[in-house]
């Protein structure tokens, strides 16, 4: 498995994370399923108390080491306010059945809530030792920008966005930039494209085509776009074990500068609006 830096925290994860949100309503097989994604190398798991799915991550992660793991949590914009975010952290270590989180995010920006409100109860909850490092989900680089201002002690590690082959505005609007310069590691979420890209028949037969000389799929070639970026980490969501395992393998391909050109071009044809550009902040 190809572990990279994950931001300024200088610990090493899994270029690629899975993602949990969606995931069904067969409880052991989705417990299979991470087990089956952590004994092949993946040891970054992503969940949020709004998914409903961290007993499940809880009864996953129960038998190996956790200090092996990297688990990351978010908090819903209905906590913000100060004393909800450290009750909405409390209820996610026990759902997750762990002394503490390794990645917490905040899920979506607030039009309510200061983000200063939110931030102070964030780095209480790190002088506590509940989490280890404090990231942001949604956040548009104005957003960013803001929330690293209202730090006090504590930076911000993550800025977790929905970037894929098909779905890049995150570069033309800045963030992209603003965050490799400022060492910010990006998740990127919907990296297949929440599916989209496998079901394009044109853009499946142009990935396969580019996929021959590296013996991938096209799906595999979509995630390796992404892993293939220092500072990008794609966290897929499968809950067929045969697409967890071929998603898995994409960590350690590598694909040479001019074929990642070319598919930098992918997306002038197939372009997706991204969900953020589909729903207001809360
Ligand atoms: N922060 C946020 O606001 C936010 C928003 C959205 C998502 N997320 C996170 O990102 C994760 C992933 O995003 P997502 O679920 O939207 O979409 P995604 O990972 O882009 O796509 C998931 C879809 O692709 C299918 N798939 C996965 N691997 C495949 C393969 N090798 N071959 C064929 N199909 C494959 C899955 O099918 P099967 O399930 O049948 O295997 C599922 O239908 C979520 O689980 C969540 O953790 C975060």
Redesign the pocket.
Known sequence: MNFKEFGRTGKKISAMG???????SDIDKNVESIKYAIENGINFI???EM?GTEPVVARAIRSYSRSDLFIAT?VWPDHFQHDSVIKACNDSLNKLQTEYIDLY?L??PSKSVPISETMKAMEELMDQGKIHHIGI??FTLEQTKMAMESMKKYEIVSN???Y?IVTRDIERSGLYTFCKNNKIAM?A??????????SQSKLVDQLAKMAIPYDA?P??MALAWLINRDDVF???????K???K??IASADIKIKTEDMKKMDEIESKFYVAP?ASRQSSR
Do not use: C, F, R, V
């Open positions: 899975i993602g949990t949100w969606d995931i069904g992503d969940t949020a998914y978010k995010q899920h979506w989900s949604n977790q966005i929905e894929n998740i979420y919907s990296p297949l494209s929440h599916g989209k890209i496998l799929t799906s595999q794609p966290i897929p969501k499968a809950s067929n045969d697409h967890m071929e998603d969900i």
